[in-house]
């Protein structure tokens, strides 16, 4: 059952124990990338799959090194929920890892397989936007840049959203959607230059989104967008299946509250814009408005309590909003914009503890037995599927569902905890 290959063509997979144990009996170094042969990691987010692969010289020179619809299939036959095929999935590059000459066609090679999101970015090439969206005109701040809007019309977070997404369309699919709209009108976004994947994965950061994946699926339906820490009632019945069959292993609960970790206040503070300019010599010099015209504050701050969970607690946190509070000539912030500038608080404050606790759940890190239907969502930042014998069973997979790490896997990706 454990192959690698096209979808007419599979070869199968080496055991990683047989390479191991010959490069000690053959006093060889240690190589720490063999052992993660026999896995694939799959992560929520800006962060592609990443996976490894034994296959044999003779077998890896039949792959076609340029196809993106590879598969590999892993698992136990014996179970019908115990066995996955991954799709549309890509070389990127394959080291020799046994003795010998490396051009023997029973040389071991170690596979580094990757997704569609490796493709299309990754630490040698990135593809590329330039786009710009509702750029204010500093000379008439109540105005956007023609060329920034979207023919005539302001961006949303949606069709911004989409439209960057369908950029990418050739390696994504079609645009999933949003689970759900965002307040306000977005501005100030522009991207020189910039890769379209990580200007896609920072707007989605901003409005409490990520892109989740389902290595199972092809085309449209892989890749989708979910809005961090939502519920999610299929990863609950997921779970609650295995626990009643016995199949996990290990669950390493964090308890990560206490007074240095969490705050009891997010302030969240809005960049002022001034609906009428002007200079001490054309603003109005009386007792009464001039403290307020000539007011030094830049930005207008809404407080939002933390969730009661957290009430306790006693730390403050600040955000930024891109959202702009206008100010009267006598400087006063305008009730429709302190309205809206609540509205966009409340979501800003929940989308963060959505991020950092998956809204007050934290953080996860479950080992099951076997390779098992378990994706990356809205409670899962991510997904690993490894080649482990020491319990003796169902071939040797076990699934490592993980969530709260930025990025999961640091080992793997770099980075560091939330």
């Known amino acids: 059952m454990n192959t690698f290959g096209s979808a007419s063509q599979q070869f199968g997979l080496i055991d990683p124990r047989s390479v191991r144990e010959n490069r000690v009996r053959f006093r060889r170094d240690a190589l720490e990338s063999l052992e993660r042969a026999n896995s694939f990691y799959c992560l929520t987010g800006r962060w592609s799959c990443r996976g490894w692969v034994l296959l044999p010289r003779v077998d890896y020179d039949k792959l076609n090194k340029y196809s993106t619809a590879l598969q590999l299939n892993i698992g136990d036959t014996r179970a019908a929920d115990n066995v996955k095929a991954l799709k549309n999935v890509s070389v990127v590059q394959a080291r020799c890892v046994t003795r010998g000459l490396a051009s023997d ?168 814009r001034n609906s009428v300019y002007g200079t001490e010599e054309t603003v109005t010099y009386r007792s009464d408005v001039m403290a307020k015209q000539w007011n030094m504050a830049p930005f207008y701050t809404v407080s939002v309590a933390a969730p009661a969970t957290f009430a306790s607690a006693v730390g403050t946190h600040l955000i930024w909003s891109d959202f702009t509070v206008r100010y009267s000539d006598s400087s006063d912030p305008l009730d429709a914009d302190i309205t809206t500038a609540t509205a966009i608080a409340g979501e800003l404050v929940r989308q963060y503890f959505d991020r950092i606790y998956s809204r007050t759940d934290g953080f996860m890190s479950r080992t099951y037995a076997g390779a098992l239907p378990f994706v990356t969502g809205s409670q899962v930042d991510g997904v690993c599927y490894y080649q482990d014998y020491r319990g003796g069973d169902r071939q040797g997979w076990r699934t490592h569902v993980v969530r709260g790490m930025c990025p999961p896997w640091p080992e793997i990706y770099g980075g560091h905890p939330r």
Not at 233 to 246: E, I, W
């Open 105 to 272: 066609e029973g040389a071991v090679y170690l596979i580094e397989i990757t997704d569609g999101r490796g493709v299309l970015h990754n630490e040698w090439f990135q593809f590329p936007t330039t786009s710009s969206y509702n750029i204010r005109a500093p000379a008439y701040p109540q105005t956007f840049h023609p060329g920034s809007m979207n023919g005539g019309t302001t961006w949303t977070w949606t069709t911004m959203i989409q439209d960057l997404w369908t950029q990418m369309a050739a390696f994504l699919g079609t645009f999933p959607g949003l689970p759900n709209t965002p307040n306000s009108t977005p501005e100030g976004f522009w991207f020189p230059g910039v890769p379209a994947w990580t200007a896609l994965c920072d707007v989605l950061d901003h409005v409490g989104m990520t892109v989740a994946c389902d290595m199972t699926k092809e085309g449209t339906g892989r890749y989708t967008i979910v809005a961090s820490g939502a519920a999610d009632s299929t990863f609950v019945a997921l779970h609650t299946k295995y626990v009643n069959q016995g199949r996990l292993e290990d669950d390493l609960e964090w308890i990560d509250v206490g007074a240095a970790r969490v705050p009891k206040t997010v302030k969240v503070l809005f960049r002022r």
